[in-house]
């Protein structure tokens, strides 16, 4: 066998090294979405386009679970916790998760009629400029510390609390203000999307509640597969802004997966409820 010079096994190195740098820093899996009944009467159609950009995902899983696993229909940021369960975050960890805690989902007006239970532990994640997908219209930017809980419905559909940090209040306004103007375009997007996969063009999505620096959706529609189950759903998203930070909270409903129907009837009381979750933080 040939005798590898001093340089030549340096340049081998090196390269290796490179490898292993790009292998860990590649992005993290993602979750699917799910849903089922259709919009209710007093719920506003919102429509427009808009191409989803590549980045990690946070949505509630269409298959299985909504918590991070890592696999390719579940996108969670990686666990960074105490063994307490808390997210390590130094000394902001523990005020920080009041939002994405069960004991706050237990809050929620639909949590009694759906009985979700956690799934998996919470997560939480240091963000160094990356774009945090929602679901195939909108995306959080600007963000510094994500953190995520999920959890399953007894029809074994997913859901997700969501927290995000920035820098300041401003960056968090921005944000919100940059994910109501995607959703706002989300009904085009989604029809984009079906139209690409060969699927009935027949997704609509609503505006169902407003309140101060809050917002609640629906889309139902046939899902396409990736970040959606492949089959007639409809997805609820909820995002308020207090200060510096946003507080989320997704659920799906699969045709497939029947349970009681979600009542869109209580969204506003659904973001009151997030409102005073967040303020906890």
Known sequence: MPRLNRSTLSAVSVALAMCAAATATAGCGRTDTKPAPAAAPHEAPVSAARTPEPSLSASPQGKESASPKGSEQSSAPPASQSPGGKAAQGERSAARTAAVLPEGLAKLPVEKALGWKPDGPLTSQELRGQKITLNECANVAGATLWQQQGYLSSAKNAAGQ??????????AGSAYDQLVADMNTCQATSRQLQAREGAPQDAVVSTTATVKDGTA?????????????????????????????????????????????????????????????????
């Open 217 to 281: 959706w629906s889309r139902h529609w046939t899902g396409v597969g990736g970040m959606s189950a492949r089959d007639v759903q409809t997805n609820h998203l909820y995002v308020v802004r207090q200060g510096d930070h946003l507080t989320l909270f997704q659920f799906d409903e699969l045709a497939e997966r029947p349970g009681p129907p979600h009542d869109t009837g209580t969204d506003a009381a659904v973001l009151d409820v997030l409102a005073g979750l967040g303020a906890q933080n």
């Open 162 to 171: 969501q927290l995000f940090f920035f820098p300041d209040a401003s960056s």
